[in-house]
């Protein structure tokens, strides 16, 4: 089993991606298309086109990581294609891998301390919506 820290960032990328790549081909992807670093210790999310089957791509110290779940039955809530990376919450990933629709779910406007970490703007989705709500339904509250 592998943990991770609240303040890893969590990317998921809309739309459907070939989950035939491995380990090179994610790292590629990462590197190319979206402009990341692979090695950098955030997490990459990927599903494919039938949404049956979920890939997450990292790094640690000790290498490479790319782990799997596919559905048996059902399929993931997963964001449209649009902005290529949203930003998920070490929470929303929970949710997201124990089956719950992040479209129904609703944050809760509480208190951070000041020069706690605050989600960002660039190509990230705020916290206060899904990753999959409505571009107008997008706004911090």
Known sequence: ??????QTRIWLATGATDLRRGFNGLLALIAHDFGRDPLSGELYVFTNRRRDLL???FCDT?????????????????PQPGEQLVTLSPAELQLLLSGIDLRQTQL??????????APTAAAATP???PPDAPADARSDR
Do not use: D
Request: proline share 8%.
């Open 1 to 6: 089993m592998f943990s991770f820290g609240s």
């Open 55 to 57: 890939k997450i791509f």
């Open 62 to 78: 000790g290498g490479l990581w790319v782990c799997a779940k596919r559905l048996e039955a059902g399929r993931y809530r997963w």
């Open 108 to 117: 809760r406007p509480w208190w951070r301390p000041p020069g706690a970490a």
């Open 127 to 129: 916290r206060s919506a």
